[in-house]
């Protein structure tokens, strides 16, 4: 298991608010928190260069490598005005899910595509999100509790407006689990989720940009494996899919059919339906 050492720096060290955080922080599975010290924080000889988390009274990152990684779910925002508005949502068309569904995201990351899903299954329904990295599962937990409570930014525009509000309900929603997904999928009975999701970090190795660069210090890039496929279709009731790199030859190596659309997107989704499912 990925177990993971981290740096702490509280910015105001006896406010009573920060402190609490720093504790449920060093609370997590497979964290080891260490107390920030001036030369750990300016890259100190001593100190391995470990990612820092700080724990401000503005919100919370990670300082891994040269930039921030903060939980923000301005991505998920965007996806919930246009799909409120009517519009389409390529990931939603892959993963059909409906009202009271469970599903299962095996690849959290930052939670954007947990977040739409969790809007999309309603209050019925319920999305589970395994994070193989100990310190990234706890920033998207914490961002996710935070965004439950319904602490969302006053915004005029109505329809922003609806959208933070449908967020704030949604996070409710979703279930942060650290672990490897092979590990957890295997111990799971059959057809528990309805659909099972992926979007591995392997096609984005090779990708420099600012936004991504940080994500790439703490999450695991490895391919998937045909085992982990294997576990995932006896998991899901109706559908395993998977988002890569546009005609990706991972679709055909893992058995996935590649889902038509998206002409001028650089991903594709693939499918594996269940027999007998139909959808
Ligand atoms: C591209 S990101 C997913 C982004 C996500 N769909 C979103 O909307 O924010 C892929 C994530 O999968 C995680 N991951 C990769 N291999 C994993 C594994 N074996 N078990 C659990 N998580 C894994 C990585 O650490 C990374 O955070």
Same mark, same amino acid.
């Given at each position: 298991?990925?177990?993971?050492?981290?740096?702490?720096?509280?910015?105001?060290?006896?406010?009573?608010?920060?402190?609490?955080?720093?504790?449920?922080?060093?609370?997590?599975?497979?964290?080891?928190?260490?107390?920030?010290?001036?030369?750990?924080?300016? /890259?100190?000889?001593?100190?391995?260069?470990?990612?820092?988390?700080?724990?401000?009274? #503005?919100?919370?990152?990670?300082?891994? /490598?040269?930039?921030?990684?903060?939980?923000?779910?301005?991505?998920?925002? @965007?996806?919930?005005?246009?799909?409120?508005?009517?519009?389409?949502?390529?990931?939603?068309?892959?993963?059909? $899910?409906?009202?009271?569904?469970?599903?299962?995201?095996?690849?959290?990351? $930052?939670?954007?595509?947990?977040?739409?899903?969790?809007?999309?299954?309603?209050?019925?329904?319920?999305?589970?999100?395994?994070?193989?990295?100990?310190?990234?599962? &706890?920033?998207?937990?914490?961002? @996710?509790?935070?965004? &439950?409570?319904?602490?969302?930014?006053?915004?005029?525009?109505?329809?922003?407006? #609806?959208?933070?509000?449908?967020?704030?309900? &949604?996070?409710?929603?979703?279930?942060? $689990?650290?672990?490897?997904?092979?590990?957890?999928?295997?111990?799971?009975?059959?057809?528990?989720?309805?659909?099972?999701?992926?979007?591995?970090?392997?096609?984005?190795?090779?990708?420099?940009?600012?936004?991504?660069?940080? @994500?790439?210090?703490?999450?695991?890039?490895?391919?998937?494996?045909?085992?982990? =496929?294997?576990?995932?279709?006896?998991?899901?009731?109706?559908?395993?899919?998977? #988002?890569?790199?546009?005609?990706?030859?991972?679709?055909?190596?893992?058995?996935?059919? =590649?889902?038509?659309?998206?002409?001028?997107?650089?991903?594709?989704?693939?499918?594996?339906? #269940?027999?007998?499912?139909?959808?």
């Amino acid at each position: 298991m990925n177990h993971a050492t981290v740096i702490v720096n509280i910015t105001h060290p006896r406010d009573a608010d920060l402190q609490k955080k720093s504790l449920w922080f060093s609370e997590q599975p497979g964290i080891t928190l260490l107390t920030s010290s001036p030369k750990s924080l300016a /890259g100190g000889a001593e100190e391995p260069p470990y990612p820092i988390l700080h724990i401000t009274r #503005k919100g919370i990152y990670l300082e891994a /490598g040269d930039h921030p990684l903060h939980f923000h779910p301005s991505m998920a925002l @965007l996806r919930v005005m246009q799909i409120l508005r009517g519009e389409g949502d390529r990931f939603l068309e892959a993963v059909d $899910l409906r009202a009271g569904d469970v599903f299962l995201d095996a690849t959290l990351g $930052l939670g954007t595509d947990a977040l739409v899903a969790a809007a999309q299954v309603g209050a019925q329904g319920k999305v589970m999100g395994i994070e193989h990295s100990p310190i990234l599962a &706890a920033l998207v937990k914490d961002g @996710l509790r935070t965004l &439950a409570q319904g602490d969302c930014p006053r915004v005029q525009n109505p329809d922003k407006a #609806k959208a933070w509000q449908v967020l704030a309900e &949604a996070a409710q929603r979703i279930e942060v $689990l650290w672990g490897d997904h092979l590990e957890l999928l295997a111990g799971y009975p059959a057809a528990f989720a309805d659909v099972v999701y992926f979007d591995p970090m392997f096609r984005h190795t090779r990708e420099k940009s600012a936004s991504i660069r940080p @994500l790439h210090e703490v999450a695991n890039s490895c391919s998937l494996q045909g085992e982990t =496929i294997a576990e995932a279709c006896r998991v899901a009731k109706r559908r395993v899919v998977l #988002k890569e790199r546009k005609a990706s030859r991972e679709f055909s190596r893992l058995g996935f059919e =590649i889902q038509e659309g998206g002409n001028y997107s650089h991903v594709d989704y693939g499918i594996i339906h #269940k027999e007998g499912a139909g959808s």
